[in-house]
């Protein structure tokens, strides 16, 4: 009788590997079906855009740039203008959200 609990407990024991095996599986197939919808349906966090350009205008007070596109650029509140100069030429990248442009990170154009 001995014999017959214990292959209970083995077979109780590989149903419940099995079990969780099955769990995480389908778990990572939802994460990962998860991370491509959201790739599609959000392709605009994925990517940034970028310009090259040269500053005209630096407006401290709205934290703003503009470049020679005549566009104009929000940069974060706590940026650090001493390092830009009006006829600065720069490839500024950039996230947009509706008709606004956030900057996410400027870079000097080499040459």
Do not use: C, H, W
């Not at 940069?75 to 996410?104: A, C, H, Q, W």
């Amino acid at each position: 009788m001995a014999m017959v609990s214990t292959q209970s407990v083995d077979i109780n024991q590989a149903d419940l590997e099995l079990k969780s095996y099955n769990f995480e599986r389908s778990i990572m197939r939802k994460l990962v079906f998860a991370g491509i919808l959201a790739t599609f349906l959000f392709p605009a966090l994925a990517f940034a855009d970028d310009v090259k350009g040269t500053i005209t205008v630096i407006d401290q007070d709205n934290n703003t740039i503009e470049l020679d596109n005549g566009k104009t650029y929000s940069l974060p509140g706590e940026f650090d203008y001493s390092v830009l100069n009006e006829g600065m030429k720069v490839i500024v990248f950039y996230d947009t959200e509706g008709n606004n442009r956030y900057v996410t990170d400027i870079e000097p154009q080499e040459g």
